[in-house]
């Protein structure tokens, strides 16, 4: 199963950006994805993508269950300090066929 995974950072996150912004990055992305690797070891990161509207970023991942993508998603906002929203997502054609499947 897919998940659109979409972040806002903490708000006393970006005000520390400026200072130190690449540091802070790489230390909070490091420091959360050892975590989601150490818990959640089913979990296959696909992509990531820094964006511009009212999240951070979006990450896409695969979870063997829902149970596990809500476990990434309290892992990034204990360890990531982030909101999080998670959506599950179904291939394009997976979705057409369940469709067919329904007539």
Known sequence: MAELFLELLSEEIPAR???QAAADLER??????DHIRGDCPDVKWLQNYAVM???DYVDVF???DMDTAMKVSALVRTHGRARTETWCATEWGRFKDMVHDLS
Do not use: I, R, T, Y
């Open 17 to 19: 950006m400026q200072a």
């Open 53 to 55: 509207g009212p999240w």
């Open 62 to 64: 695969e979870a063997p």
């Open 28 to 33: 909070l992305e490091h420091n959360l994805m």
